[in-house]
Structures are given as C-alpha cells and as structure tokens.
C-alpha cells in the first residue's frame, strides 16, 4: 500500500472520498465536517498545491493527508512548544468508512509526520474536533501532545490543537 502525492487528476476521487467520510461521521453524530467544508476549491487547492497525499485501492481514492505550512489564523493565540522553528500542519486526514481499521490512518499519519522532516520542519501542528473521540486518541496515541483549543465558526463545539516536535 503505497502513499502518493494526489494530482488535480485525483480530484473527482478526494471528492468522493471526502462526502463519504463526511456521511459516515454525520451517521456515527460526529458534526465534524458538512456541506461547507471540506469543498472542492479548499480539496482543488490542496491537489493544486501538491500538498495532498493518498492512499489508492485501484482508481479510488482510500485514505488522504494533507501536509504544508498553513496555519489557522487562530493558532496565533496558542502557546506553541516550537515557536522559532519551522512547524508543518496536518489538515484534512481521512480514510473511506470501508477501509477503517487496517491502520491506514496511522500510515497516513506517519507519512505526514516523514514528509515535515524531509521538508526540514520543526514540528507538526494540527487540530481535531473535540466531537471526534478516535481521531482525538489517535495523535494522543502517536506522541502529539495538546497546546489548547479553538473554535471554528459555524461549529458548535472546539477543536483541539496537538503538537509533535520532529527534532527534539
């Protein structure tokens, strides 16, 4: 099982990959993503940008990741261990409903976290809906350790921030 960097050609496939994940949380009442977000211009950008990162099973799309440098304007108010370095974030980790369980999250996630460092970043920052228990306990699990909270509009409840240093 191999992770590649997603193109504009994955595009119809993040799509559907994201409205299924998005359906399968909305069943198991984790309001965690809706109509509005994740969209196709913030998923078209992400290919554009050749941040995403994927799992395929055949043309389908499985599992994705996305790694870069953009930071929520509301990370500014969290007291981050790496404030001089070179932090990655973590956006937007998900894996089709069918294919959870087999530790494609975690490969994905390990992917991102190798991809920060051969990018020569410092640490990796990310936030997860509080609504969201196995993901929350998934990067408890890995090592990520978490700075605070934020709120998103149009969400009711907040979202955590977790932080990984990649060179100690």
Known sequence: MDIVQLTADDLKSLLTLYKEVTAHLNQNGVRQWD????NRFVIGADAKRGTAYG????DRVIGAVVVDRRQSGNYGELLWTDRTGDPACIHRLAVHPAAQGQGIGKRLLLFAEQQARTEGCTSIRLDVFTGNPGAVGMYRRAGYTEVGAIRFPMRKEPYLCFEKLLFP
Do not use: I
């Open 55 to 58: 799992v395929r099973e055949g």
């Open 35 to 38: 109509w509005l977000y994740p």
